[in-house]
């Protein structure tokens, strides 16, 4: 990858910290993109012990997931410390009237989680992995963390996502200002590459519209999304090349409102059983070395 192009961890973190508090306000994209995903366990028959939220954010989908396994016991992991506290407060009443308990709730990074291998059914992920530096090095943990026969529900941004954003800043400066997504078809590369089983993946693109590319720019700094790679700007941009941006945006302007592209990437696969010979022993595949 692109030096210019890596996240930098500690300037993630200290983003969505500061984040917390506003993230649930403008998370609309993100709230619709969860409700989207847990329609489509409806298709799946499981019924996990433990379930893994890889990047919970504030625990938008923690309740419809307690709702849907309720003897489940549910870890909440964020990046951002104060991302996973506010996951925890959001246990529903019903759960605690029950004496079930709340979420676990970690404060840790997605590239390296601290979780015991083969502990979890269902690792759940929302529009996280468009924040790691190596999604095939992420998918290889939630392959460990996963219990044999378990699921992997996730999804991520595209390339096209924000692609009028990144046009209006095409050429104005050598830095970088817009992430760079990756096609659903490497991602499913990377599933089968990491062991996973009967990937399946699909996108949809949503379009969001704005009166103004402040409103678009305000929106994504109060869920943390901001510019967060290496190749960003050391300062703040100068006014002649934010508004040289806002220019070249209006272009994109239809019916009175300015357009924001989402490619959303919906993605699901199996850590498999292991095989068995006929003497109930486990098979393990042994590979011969090419020599050059």
């Not at 590319?213 to 700094?221: E, G, P, S, T, Y």
Request: a positive charge; glycine letters at 6%.
């Amino acid at each position: 990858m692109d030096e210019s192009f890596r996240i930098d961890r500690r300037a993630l973190r200290r983003s969505f910290e500061r984040a917390a508090a506003t993230y649930d306000a403008a998370a609309v994209l993100q709230n619709e993109v969860c409700q989207r995903m847990l329609a489509r366990l409806d298709f799946v028959k499981q019924d996990p012990a433990v379930i893994l939220d890889a990047g919970c954010g504030t625990g938008n989908a923690l309740a419809a997931l307690a709702r849907r396994y309720p003897a489940a016991r549910i870890i909440a992991l964020d990046i951002a410390l104060h991302m996973a506290e506010r996951a925890r407060a959001r246990t529903p009443r019903w759960r605690r009237l029950l004496g079930r308990a709340a979420p676990t709730a970690l404060c840790a990074d997605v590239e390296h989680l601290p979780v015991a291998a083969a502990s979890c059914a269902l690792v759940w992920s929302n529009l996280v992995l468009q924040w790691v530096n190596d999604p095939a090095s992420s998918f290889g943990e939630m392959y460990r963390v996963l219990s044999p026969g378990g699921l992997l529900m996730f999804s991520t941004f595209g390339p096209d996502t924000l692609k009028e954003l990144r046009s209006a800043y095409d050429g104005t400066d050598r830095h970088v200002h817009v992430n760079r997504f990756i096609d659903m078809h490497d991602l499913g590369d990377m599933l089968l590459h990491c062991g996973f089983a009967d990937p399946v993946m699909d996108m949809e693109q949503v379009t969001l519209t704005y009166s103004a590319v402040r409103d678009l720019m305000r929106d994504l700094k109060a869920i943390g999304a901001h510019n967060l790679m290496r190749g960003r700007p050391a300062g703040l941009s100068g006014r002649r090349g934010l508004a040289t941006v806002v220019q070249r945006y209006e272009a994109f302007r239809r019916e009175g409102k300015l357009p924001a592209t989402f490619e959303i990437v919906y993605g699901h696969a199996w850590k498999p059983q292991p095989r068995q010979g006929p003497s109930g022993r486990p098979v393990i595949d042994i590979r011969a070395e090419k020599r050059s």
